[in-house]
């Protein structure tokens, strides 16, 4: 036992899987994580999970995105070389508008595609990272860290109790790298 | 999702009972709204008259396009099977069965505005079309195969008849759903709202053109109809919002929850956005490319008695809900939203001033008894009717297939 670090929860049915959620926190043991092949509505608030700081990114390089736009088109068409165009101000504003707009959502939706895959380590040659596989497919699984909570029995019967159709003991954080 | 097992003991025969405060308001506003026409129609003065029936064209078109953007609420959300709205689907349906009396008084307004000579008097008059009349305008000869009156009239009739008869039948079909039960009115709906959407999409650019822009008949821009189309939407998504909010602090409507409230600010937000690019795409291109006979559209605007307005339009539409929405907390709060919710009602009512005024009162704008009072009267209206409606049903369609989902809905 002392080897195991994850003890894992393996459920055939969402429902089930959450009513586990509910036993163990019952009984004042911390859950790791949950991992589920689908979004269940509802998980985040009942693990506690913070909101996502990825619209803090989305916002940091939108404002990247409006500055390059917005320095580009003003050093161009202001600054470089200045054209009359149909007479309007070698500064025209309202035209500046369309292509500003264009590199911030451009920027933005780059930056946070880069971001997430930095948060989640997804590279390209890197092994996934993944704690129980058929996760990934149709198996609803809660992570137990095995350091922190001591009483294995306890945990292996809630489980099972709650309708977990396999109990794991991981020696292995992540499975995948096997 | 999954979770099936939560049992709600949510009460999904709950009617709403119309009575009280909500219905004498309407009443009053509706007996106002009356008076103050029947004070600008039998004014002695002409421009008293004209400036009454720009105002019922106004509040006509705004009434008629909010109920559409109920129906089109039903059938966007039926058509791409989303589940988040089940439990406020009997708000959009109620706006969408009032459609037909909505499509009636802008019928009478459009014909009566049109034959008396009040409203569209810039390509309707004598000898317009005539090449031996002192009154001859080559432009609108020009545009005579599609602006003539037995044109516009059947257009206007076949437009506004198909949107209410679609909009009724979506509705209808989901009060018998309510005594049925099964995938049948479910099935049959989601034939029918996909060809609504069609019609919807490539009529209302055309009932727009009609409608609005034909009372300037020598401008004319494409991105008029798709511009007119994110006012309809923008205001559509307010009144639902301010019904299910105004429900909501009456203690109806327990299984509506900040999600669904969240869900609908996001909607508004968007198509706010998209009503400013819309807007900016026409004006930009016009600004830019300098033509006179384009131009001639923003100059009336830019003139001292419209400019303001005409700023303020863009602060209230794009600024104000670009600014107070993009936050999530502001979206998930009651109060928060019904205040931006108004705001927006009284923003796209500014909007549709500015497209409607400078082509019919021109230079003799006015803000007082008439405008104030033909928009009270139509605002009475349509709480009375729509409020009216939401009682005859239960507040939830208690059988639709996704209702389940829809209780459950967390973002």
């Known amino acids: 036992m002392s080897n195991t670090k994850y003890i894992l929860g393996s459920f055939a049915d969402p429902d089930e899987m959450m009513h586990g959620i509910d036993k163990l926190q019952a009984n004042n043991i911390s859950i790791y994580d949950c991992f589920t092949p689908m979004p269940i509505h509802g998980i985040e608030a009942k693990l ?16 990247l995105g409006t500055c390059a736009g917005f320095s580009l088109l003003y050093y161009t068409m202001a600054y470089d070389w200045p054209m009359n165009i149909g007479g309007k101000p070698s500064l025209p504003l309202p035209n500046f508008v369309p292509i500003t707009f264009e590199v911030t959502i451009l920027l933005c939706a780059l930056g946070m595609v880069a971001t997430f895959f930095y948060r989640n380590h997804l590279f390209p040659g890197r092994a996934p990272r993944v704690m129980d596989l058929r996760a990934t497919d149709d198996r609803f699984i809660i992570a137990i860290d095995a350091r922190e909570n001591s009483d294995h029995a306890l945990i292996d019967s809630l489980l099972k109790e709650a309708g977990a159709v396999d109990v794991k003991y991981n020696e292995r954080k992540y499975v995948s790298y096997e | 999702m999954g979770t099936h097992s939560h049992h709600h003991d949510y009460n999904f025969n709950e009617q709403y009972t119309f009575a009280g405060t909500a219905k004498i308001v309407s009443l009053v506003a509706i007996v106002f709204g009356i008076a103050a026409i029947a004070f600008g129609l039998l004014s002695s003065e002409h421009i008293v008259v004209e400036r009454t029936y720009a105002n019922l064209l106004l509040m006509g078109y705004y009434f008629t396009c909010v109920c559409a953007a109920g129906a089109f609420f039903v059938a966007l959300h039926i058509v791409t099977q989303s589940a988040w709205c089940a439990g406020i689907m009997r708000i959009p349906q109620a706006m969408a069965s009032i459609l ?113 822009m034909s009372l300037e008949a020598h401008w004319f821009s494409t991105m008029f109809g798709w511009y ?16 299910l909010v105004f429900l909501k602090k ?96 009284a923003g796209h009512w500014l909007d549709y001033y500015i497209m409607i005024m400078p082509g019919t009162v021109e230079t003799h704008r006015g803000f007082g008894l008439i405008e104030i009072g033909t928009a009270a009267g139509f605002f009475g209206l349509f709480t009375f009717l729509v409020m009216n409606k939401l009682s005859k049903h239960a507040l939830v369609p208690k059988n639709h297939p996704f209702l389940d989902e829809s209780l459950h809905h967390q973002i």
């Open chain 1, 48 to 63: 506690g999970v913070r909101p996502s700081r990825l619209p803090i990114a989305a916002f940091c390089f939108g404002a």
């Open chain 2, 100 to 212: 037909p009396i909505a499509s009636v008084l802008l019928l009478v307004i459009v014909g009566l505005g049109l034959y008396t000579h009040n409203l569209y008097h810039h390509w309707h008059a004598e000898g317009l079309t005539d090449p031996n009349s002192p009154n001859y305008d080559a432009l609108i000869a020009g545009k005579e195969t599609f602006l003539n009156v037995p044109g516009f009239l059947i257009r206007q009739i076949i437009f506004m008849g198909s949107y209410s008869i679609f909009a009724f039948i979506l509705a209808k079909l989901s009060y018998k759903e309510d005594l049925d039960g099964g995938l049948n009115s479910y099935k049959k709906s989601f034939k029918l709202s996909a060809i609504f959407l069609v019609v919807f999409g490539f009529t209302t650019p055309i009932w727009s053109f009609d409608t609005v």
């Open chain 2, 228 to 243: 007119n189309f994110a006012a309809l939407w923008v205001s559509g998504l307010c009144a639902i919002t301010i019904i």
């Open chain 2, 250 to 345: 009456a203690g109806y409507m327990v299984w509506v929850n900040e999600n669904h409230l969240h869900d609908l600010g996001k909607l508004i937000f968007g198509f706010s956005i998209f009503w400013t690019y819309v807007w900016f795409a026409q004006f930009m291109l016009i600004w830019y490319s300098n033509i006179p006979e384009e131009t001639v559209y923003f100059y009336k605007r830019w003139e001292p008695e419209y400019k303001p307005w005409f700023w303020l339009n863009i602060i209230i539409n794009f600024v104000a809900p670009l600014l107070l929405l993009m936050d999530r907390d502001v979206k998930r709060k009651q109060n928060t939203m019904l205040f931006v919710c108004i705001l927006l009602l």
